[in-house]
């Protein structure tokens, strides 16, 4: 049914089981090659181009693929622009030129967007899984106990991060995932932004959709959690902007509603099994994917922010965000913005998505100048 097109249709093959199960039922339902397109990075550790290859050589599509190297930050204006909202996904900038690249073959496009809310497919729920089930300390006693462990441990060490986890009433901790935590929040914002947004926060959110879900288990509320908030307001915001952008229609077969309710009544140990995600559609899908496909790592469609903040965008970080002429010195606390910058550059953890969103914030508030100039 998505296939239906007077216009030249393809999809998006990124390596990743979704995109590849995409491919490999279009095929079936095809008298031509599937159009493909792919986007890689030159960083080993990012670039999913073999993976694609693979899956295009099986089903003989007709594959076209594209590197991206670290100037393609130039787009943030226009991609913030574009959006309308200091929208921080680093995806954005791969999404945007696999699109750009796409509709030089196609008009229509197949994505295999939904798969990960659908079937547990994201690294986070196992290790919130486990915080719900195994951490069984009353609430004020992990307050006091991984409190005090998260605040003596310096931000670049490695557990900083899972000790603020468990410092939170466990049946809500996956309601605080968030690029800024409370406590970073506290110091990064100016008094003044701070006093306009009051109690305010994306957490309080987050946690009332999980308190008021009907889900039988932990592992269906952080599924429909993401469903309500992350699928809709990042994910598919991002395809459709990227895209649109491209004059590119994107569709997505796995979120069709008979399909979608068909996942909702499959237990949750049948998606997430063993620290097996999306198993039951892994197993359902086997008979389509090479088995190095269905074994590999999640990887996302992540950018090398890592690699490129620290060596060749590092002076576009400085320049932009620790600069006398940044509009977000009116807003945002700039010892703490130096001091976040410096910590991705020596961490042991991936602070990056802190700089780019800081990145995302200059790029908008320069492009909104009505918006600077307030008193301090």
């Known amino acids: 049914m998505r296939m239906i097109s007077d216009v030249p249709l393809g999809a998006f093959l990124s390596g990743g089981i979704d995109s590849s199960v995409i491919v490999s039922l279009m095929e079936q339902h095809s008298n031509h090659p599937i159009k493909t397109s792919s986007i890689g990075f030159k960083e080993v550790e990012f670039n999913e181009l073999p993976y694609a290859r693979m899956i295009a050589d099986k089903y003989k599509t007709e594959h076209h693929e594209q590197i991206i190297e670290p100037d393609s930050i130039d787009i943030l204006p226009k991609l913030v622009d574009a959006f309308d909202e200091p929208f921080a996904d680093s995806s954005s900038i791969p999404t945007y030129y696999v699109s750009k690249f796409a509709r030089e073959n196609v008009t229509v496009v197949l994505s295999g967007d939904g798969g990960d809310e659908l079937f547990a497919g994201y690294n986070a729920y196992p290790k919130f899984q486990r915080i719900q089930r195994y951490n069984r300390l009353p609430h004020l006693l992990n307050q006091l106990l991984w409190g005090r462990i998260h605040d003596c441990l310096p931000t670049r060490y490695r557990g900083k991060g899972m000790s603020y986890f468990l410092s939170l009433p466990r049946d809500s901790a996956y309601a605080s995932q968030t690029v800024w935590t409370q406590p970073e929040r506290s110091r990064l914002f100016r008094k003044n932004l701070r006093d306009q947004i009051g109690n305010y926060a994306a957490e309080t959110y987050k946690e009332d959709i999980l308190a008021a879900s009907t889900a039988p288990d932990y592992l269906s509320r952080m599924q429909e959690l993401d469903m309500r908030t992350y699928m809709t307001d990042d994910i598919l915001t991002k395809v459709d902007r990227s895209s649109m952008m491209n004059s590119l229609e994107v569709r997505v077969p796995l979120l069709d509603h008979e399909f979608a309710e068909l996942s909702f009544r499959i237990p949750s140990h049948m998606k997430l099994r063993n620290g097996s995600k999306k198993y039951i559609f892994r197993k359902a899908m086997s008979r389509y994917l090479p088995q190095n496909i269905l074994e590999q790592r999640k990887r996302g469609f992540g950018v090398p922010l890592k690699m490129w903040f620290r060596d060749s965008l590092r002076d576009y970080v400085h320049d932009h965000l620790l600069a006398s002429s940044s509009p977000i010195g009116e807003f945002l606390q700039i010892d703490y913005v130096a001091e976040a ?33 307030t008193q301090r």
Do not use: C, M
């Open 341 to 373: 910058i410096r910590n991705s550059e020596t961490s042991h953890r991936d602070l990056n998505v802190k700089v780019w969103s800081l990145l995302v914030f200059d790029a908008w508030l320069r492009g909104n100048h009505s918006l600077t100039g």
